[in-house]
C-alpha cells in the first residue's frame, strides 16, 4: 500500500472516528435524555389526569354531602312518602345535579330509594348495584353508614365505571344522628373522559373497563417501565390503571404525548452530523493537499529513486534534493551512503577472492586443531606409558640371570620378575595398540577431513550410506577427552529407529563433533563438572521433500533470547578468554547451508540448557540419487 493511500486512510479514519464518536454522543448520550424529558412530560399529564379525577370526585363529594345535608333528605329518611319522591327524586334532578345514579340508605344497608339515568338521554335506566334491597354485604362502604364519614371513588358496575361519593344524612345543620346515608354517583363515559383531557389540555382515552365478574389486561411491559410505549407515529403512551374502592384495577386509561421535543432534538443533530462531515472533508483535502507539497510528493521522490538503485547496478545517479528539512537531510544522507555502497562494492570486490580463502582456510584449521587435540593426547598418554615400561630392569635382570651362579633363590627370583615384567610388557603392548588404532583412526579423520575440505572446492559432496548411531559414534571418537569426560551422550530411541540414511557422512561427523564440543563447553560455562546431552532426530516431510531434523540438547548454560541468532555469526563467542574463535558454530552453519539446509538454536534462557537444531535435505529410500550412487557403487 503507498504512502499516499495510507495518508488518506489515516486522516479518513480519524474525521470517521470523529464523525462517529459524535453521533455516538448524540445517539447515546443526547437523546436518551432528550427520550427522558418526553417520558417526564408523558408522565406529568397523567399526573394531571390523575388530578382532573380526583376533581371530579371532589365535586360529586361536595354535590353528595350539599344533599346529604338537606332537611327535606333527612326528613324523607324519617318518614319516606311520594311527594318528596315526585318533587325531588325525578330524571331532571338527577341531570342538574350532573350525576346518573342516587341512592338514599339506611344504617342496616337497606335502600330507601333508588335510581338511575342514561348519561346524555336522561332516560331512567337499571343499574346491577341498586338491583338487591340492600347493598352486599361485602361492600366496603357498609361500614360509613355505621360511622357516618363520608368517601368517595369508582365502582364497577353492568353500566360501566361510576364515580360514587357516599355521605351521612343530616338535619340540614350538619348535625345528627345521621339517618342512613346518600350515595350520588356519575357514569365514566367517553365523553367525561375526553372533558378530562382538555381540562388537563392533553389527550385521553379510555382504553379498558373492568365489568362485574371480568378482569382488566395487564399493562404492556417495556424498557421504560410498565405501561409505557413508543408508536410507530413519534407518541409516547403512558397507560395507568386507576383503582375502585376495592383496590382492584377498574379502568385502564392511557394518554398519548406527541414527541415533539424529540423530533427536533433529532432533526438538529442531523444537521450538526452533516455540517460536521462536510467541515471534515473540507479539512481532509486541504490537509492531504498540503501533505502532498510539503510532504507526499518530496518522499515519493526519494522512495523511486531508492528503488531504482536497489533494483539496478549503476551507482552514480545522485538525488540532489535541496531542502532544509528533514527529508531534504534523509536524501542527503542517502546520496552519502550510495557514495560509500560504491566504494564499497569496489573494495569487495577486489577483497572478495582473498576474503573467500581465508574463511576457508579457517574453517579447515579449526576442523583439524578439534581432531588433532585428541591425537596429542592419545601420543602424551602413549608416550607416557612407554616411558614408565621397566625395560633398564628387565635388561639387568637378563644380564644376571646369564651369570652362572649357584644361588637357586636368586635364579628363581629373577625368574619370577622376568615373568611378571613379560606380563606388564604384553599389557602396555596392547594398550598400546589400542592407542595407535585410534590415532590411525583420527589421523584418518584429518586425511578425510582434507580431502573433504579439498573436494569441496572443485566438486560435490560425498554422499554415503550412513546409519546414525555410527555417525555419532565416529564424531564422538573426535572430541577431545577433557570435553568427552565432563559430559553423557544420550541417544534417543529415534535416533535407532531411523535406520540407514544418504548423508555428506564427513560433513555431519565434524558438525556433530563441533555441536558436542559446544554443548561440553557450555556445561563447563555452567560451573557444572558434569553434565548430560541428549541426541534426537526425526524424518518430515516439507515442500515435497524429506527432510532429516537432528536435535542436539544440553544442560549447560543456555543462551540469552538476543544471542539466539548471533551464535551462529562468523566470530562470535560468549565464552571469551578460553581461546575460542567463534567459528565452530558459524561454520557448522555454514557447512549445512551449503548442503541445502539450515540451524537454528532455541534456549528457555540462560541456565536453562539450550537445543541446537539441524535441519536437512536427505533422499528418500529408493530415489533416483540412492540408484544412481548405488551403480557407481558398484562400477566403482
Known sequence: MQLRVKVIAVLSAAFLALILLQWSVGQYLLMPQFERIELDNANTAMMRIDSGLRAELDALHVSAADWGNWSDAYKFMEDPDGGFIQKSLNPSALTQLHATALAFIKRNGEFVWTGAITPGAGTPTDLDLFKAPALPQHFPWRANLLTGVSSEGLIATDRGVMLAAITPILDGFGHGPAHGAL??????????????????????????????????????????????????????????????????????????????????AHTTLMWVMALTALAAITILLLAFYGMERTVLGPLDRVTRHAVAIGAGDDLTNRLNLNRRDEIGALAAEFDRMVEQVAESRRQLIDHSFEAGMSELSRGVLHNIGNAMTPLGVRVARLKSRLQSAPLADIESALSERTLETDDAARQADLDEFLRLSAAELAEIVAQTAEDVEVIERQTGIVQAALSEQLRSTRASTVVESTDLPALISQSLEIVPDAARERIDVELDQSIQSIGALRLPRTVLRLVLQNLIINASEAIRAAGREHGSVRLTAALNEASNRQNLELECHDSGAGIAPENLERIFERGFSTKRGTGNLGIGLHWCATAVNALGGRMWASSAGPGQGATLHLLLPVPRTGSAPDAAAASDTKAA
Open 183 to 264: 350515595l350520588l354517583g356519575r357514569l365514566l363515559t367517553e365523553k367525561e373522559v375526553i372533558g378530562l383531557g382538555e381540562r388537563a389540555h392533553t389527550r385521553v382515552a379510555m382504553t379498558a373497563v373492568r365489568y362485574p365478574g371480568r378482569q382488566l389486561p395487564e399493562l404492556p411491559a417495556s424498557a421504560a417501565g410498565p405501561g409505557v410505549q413508543v408508536t410507530e407515529f413519534g407518541t409516547t403512551q403512558i397507560s395507568r390503571q386507576v383503582p375502585d374502592i376495592l383496590g382492584r384495577p377498574v379502568i385502564t386509561l392511557r394518554v398519548d404525548v406527541p414527541r415533539v421535543v424529540l423530533a427536533r
